[in-house]
């Protein structure tokens, strides 16, 4: 599966969710290292899900950016 994932920095470091899972979220002090982060985080989520008995949600998350002029 290939679920979509949004990366934010803050100013302690970067942030990491996944829309299509809620809940999964990881924290790291470089963009690489959330990145590793949220893959493991993943697939503990989907291991944790699948134990519960939970279905697991299709990945439908997509996104864009959007050009807009100055303010």
Do not use: N, T
């Not at 970067?14 to 809620?22: E, H, K, R, T």
């Not at 959330?34 to 944790?48: D, G, K, N, P, T």
Request: with cysteine.
């Amino acid at each position: 599966m290939r679920y979509m994932v949004v990366v934010e920095q803050g100013a302690e470091g970067f942030g990491a969710y996944v829309p299509d899972l809620p809940g999964c979220v990881a924290a790291g002090e470089s963009r690489d290292e959330v990145l590793s982060l949220i893959r493991e985080a993943i697939e503990l989520h989907i291991e944790a899900m699948r134990e519960d008995g939970e279905p697991l949600p299709a990945p439908s998350s997509s996104g864009e950016y959007v050009d807009v002029g100055a303010a």
